[in-house]
């Protein structure tokens, strides 16, 4: 990019990934050292109150960019939505209706159970302070302007996916890197089977329709067909978030009274007693 702006002496404009900055939000919002209120369990009260403020923030975002057309009227607007979000999950709605357009505090089937234990969260001022100043470093003005198209880079890391895991760094002086490198491309490009017959090709063998090697082909690029449409299904998401859900809650389901055996049933036999 550098090489290619001092030639045509164009500005070219850089953009951070979206996601990435998301992610590293989440992390030290979880890390971020604050009090649970009493009787909760302080490692599961921050993952929840990250996870929840971090897409909080990326739905605000994401609608914003769908709703303005102008980078600067997002951004001014992107910015009350940010700070806005400590305040909504404590329960103080008053500036929701002109700064977030996600909050759904004024419709009657509202509900608190995406925050943590499904209550609204109590903050002290400087637990306040700490979590707005990670919402300031990584949702500052700088970084919304970064941010401002939310682009990601997912198809630049599946490319380099599927190119490294064909071609490893290993191999970089190789002969065979540079054909590794163009078969893990055209495989991302049109699919296994197919670059599969082109490279054949290539290469001067002539594969006809009845051929084993033009069958398996074929074979593997229905297989990989179906996959990519399974995993667009509703279906397909919703089994996925259950199984995620399941595993975020086991450390606190393994010490469930519900749960034998369990050291805490052992100890307090009255817990699973569901007959009376």
Known sequence: MREHNAKVQEKVQHFKCFIHN?????????S???KQPKGMDRLLYCKKLATA?????RLELTRLRKLLRGDELYLARAREAVTN????????HDS????SVVCTAHLKGHSTRYLPYGKNVVLSAADKQKLQKVLDKYCGVQQLRDTVQLHNTNRCENMHSRLFSYAPKSMVWKRSFT?????????????RGLSLLQLAG???????????????AMFTQNIARYHSDRKQKHEYKTSRYLSHRKRANRAVLSQSLYKAPSKVSKEHDYGINLGN
Request: proline fraction near 2%; hydrophobic fraction near 35%.
């Open 22 to 30: 998301m992610r590293n939000l989440h992390k030290h919002l979880r």
């Open 32 to 34: 971020a050292c604050i």
């Open 53 to 57: 403020i971090r897409t909080r923030v």
């Open 85 to 92: 979000v400590l305040e909504c999950f404590s329960g103080s």
């Open 96 to 99: 929701c209706k002109h700064k």
């Open 179 to 191: 054909a590794l490198c163009y078969s893990a491309t055209l495989g991302a490009s049109v699919g």
């Open 202 to 216: 290539r290469c001067g063998i002539n594969i006809e329709a009845s051929d084993p090697m033009y069958r398996y």
